[in-house]
């Protein structure tokens, strides 16, 4: 079945800093890839997603890089702030049945 | 207001007893998902369920039964319960399968003693 890895378990950034969390695949069927963010203790909340039809998105000051040769897909954060903190999970899926499989999560610090 | 309920927040319970972990979504969704958070492993997918029937399975138990009275809801039921069951349980929903973006609820608290 599908494997996601999340290759940064931890990641530090001083405020107003870049920060990127990468994400590898192994089913070359996946077509969907959404990221969420887990604060301590509270749910996961949906930050961006990708489709496999484009390679790129972007919103705000998230941009969601996808790249399908290489099956990896990857989170980029501008102009960090501290309520950036928390967990971030990407996750990919094939889509029929909508199941997501998770990475471990990076647990991003944003240092003021 | 909270568009996807699930209680309890909290659950404690003994090894061998039996649980019934509750999920409504109120989003008008048609698709709605389980999955199992713990310090042992990442995210993992549980169940699926579209317009009521169940989709996919991927637990290795049969203590593991979804139960699904309305549309919109979707409950859990854990039997002989064991302590590597306790685990943070999400519920999620969308608006149907098939790559579309899943809200996820609150979760619930198990710890099995």
């Known amino acids: 079945g599908e494997k996601v890895e999340q290759h940064e378990s931890t990641l530090s950034v001083r405020e107003g800093d870049s920060a990127v969390i990468n994400c590898t695949y192994t089913d070359t069927a996946s077509s969907y890839f959404p990221w969420y963010k887990q604060e301590a203790g509270k749910s996961l909340h949906f930050v961006i997603d990708i489709r496999s039809n484009v390679d790129r998105k972007q919103s705000q000051r998230l941009t969601v890089l996808l790249d399908k040769k290489a099956k990896r897909f990857s989170l980029h954060i501008t102009a960090t702030q501290p309520e950036d903190s928390a967990i971030y999970f990407c996750a990919a899926s094939t889509g029929g049945n909508n199941k997501l499989t998770f990475g471990q999560g990076t647990v991003l610090s944003v240092i003021p | 207001d909270p568009k996807i309920i699930q209680k309890p927040k909290y659950l404690v319970a003994v090894t061998g007893s039996e649980k019934i972990l509750i999920c409504e979504q109120y989003l008008g969704h048609n698709a709605m998902y389980w999955y199992r958070q713990s310090a042992k492993k990442p995210l993992e997918f549980m169940f699926s369920y579209s317009y009521q029937k169940l989709m996919d399975n991927q637990t290795a138990s049969s203590r593991f039964q979804p139960q699904s009275s309305k549309k919109n809801h979707l409950d859990l039921q854990i039997t002989a319960l064991k302590p590597d069951d306790s685990a943070t349980y999400f519920c999620?929903?969308?608006?149907?399968?098939?790559?579309?973006?899943?809200?996820f609820g609150p979760g619930t608290r198990l710890t099995v003693l």
């Open positions: 999620a929903s969308s608006h149907r399968l098939g790559g579309y973006e899943q809200y």
